[in-house]
């Protein structure tokens, strides 16, 4: 069965430093992954994606992953933080068969000023 | 493009009633489209999967019965909560996944469900 951890629960960061938010994942072969971000009360929007290929992989607003196999891992990077980015941002799986996405748990981004 | 929308984005109901929660792909056809269920400062977890014309397929522990999905058409779908009561309430998700994509899906914008 696929999983994802996202191992921080909240992060605070001041406005116009960087931002790394971890996510591993466990599937048995290769993974489709995704990073969305979620503003309270509102739906989900796909920041980046990464199906195969370069394992960078640059997204919208300024962010960018990495996929890491050899550590189960789609790390997501802001160099230089907005106040806009303060949100709920999820990591999720998904399966080749192009079926269901497991999510992770969440990490809640806060931006000091 | 991809635009999926979910109406109405907030309902309040009293308890035993039912409402209906329409999901549609504004601009693409979607020959499956899925359910999400989002409890406050948690995450999604999938209710169940729906394709154009056939019935839905329900994650383990959803009650069938008791949340109906119906996918008419590539553009819509809908979840009827049936006898609503206070632990219905939550925040419901649709996605749509166009039809010659590889896994990828497109989220609306969320209902917001209370029940009283």
């Known amino acids: 069965a696929q999983s994802v951890t996202q191992p921080d629960i909240h992060i605070t960061v001041s406005e116009g430093a960087s931002l790394e938010l971890r996510c591993n994942y466990s599937y048995g072969a290769t993974p489709y992954l995704f990073w969305y971000v979620q503003s309270p009360g509102q739906g989900l929007q796909l920041l980046l994606k990464y199906f195969s290929g370069d394992t960078l992989v640059q997204g919208i607003k300024g962010f960018e992953a990495e996929f890491k196999r050899s550590q189960s891992s789609f790390n997501l990077r802001k160099p230089s933080v907005h106040w806009s980015d303060a949100a709920e941002y999820f990591c999720?799986?998904?399966?080749?068969?192009?079926?269901?996405?497991?999510f992770g748990g969440g990490t809640r981004v806060l931006v000091k000023p | 493009g991809a635009v999926v929308s979910q109406h109405p984005s907030r309902v309040i109901c009293k308890s035993g009633t039912s409402v209906k929660i329409e999901c549609r792909s504004l601009d693409f056809q979607a020959t499956t489209m899925f359910w999400y269920r989002q409890f406050p400062k948690q995450s999604l977890m999938l209710m169940a999967t729906s394709n154009e014309g056939s019935k839905a397929t329900y994650e383990q522990g959803v009650e069938k019965d008791k949340f109906l999905i119906n996918h008419a058409s590539l553009t819509l779908s809908t979840l009827t909560v049936t006898s609503a009561h206070p632990e219905d309430s939550s925040f419901y998700i649709c996605?749509?996944?166009?039809?010659?994509?590889?896994?990828?899906?497109?989220f609306g914008p969320g209902t917001r469900l209370t029940v009283l």
């Open positions: 996605s749509a996944r166009p039809r010659l994509s590889y896994n990828e899906q497109f």
């Open positions: 999720a799986v998904g399966s080749a068969a192009g079926n269901k996405l497991t």
